[in-house]
């Protein structure tokens, strides 16, 4: 029962219902950085992407939504998109 959800049908397929925070790209030279999608209706704010983030780049606001505050702390490792129970955050990887 109920809608089967995809890591990507949610944030590609249905525009305009979707709230994404991503954050800010990083465009100061050397190198791009990856870009974290957070899908603001599937998260329920448990911070748990936050606290496996080894680099701290994300935070929790004072309900626990994680924000991508620090993209260029990112290193790409995953473990975010590994870790969310709710498949509410992706990492999009740059060249
Ligand atoms: S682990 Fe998933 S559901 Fe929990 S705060 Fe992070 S994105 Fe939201
Ligand atoms: S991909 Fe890794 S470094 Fe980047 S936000 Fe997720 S857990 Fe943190």
Request: hydrophobic share 30%; charged share 25%; aromatic share 6%.
């Amino acid at each position: 029962m109920g809608a089967k959800r995809t890591r990507r049908s949610g944030l590609d397929g249905k525009k305009g219902s979707t709230m994404i925070e991503t954050g800010s790209p990083v465009s100061q030279g050397k190198k791009r950085s990856n870009v974290v999608e957070i899908n603001l209706q599937w998260c329920k704010s448990c911070s748990i992407c936050v606290a496996f983030c080894p680099t701290n780049a994300l935070t929790a606001d004072e309900v626990g939504t994680p924000h991508f505050a620090y993209p260029e702390k990112c290193t790409g490792c995953g473990l975010c998109e590994m870790m969310c129970p709710d498949f509410a955050i992706e990492v999009v990887k740059k060249p």
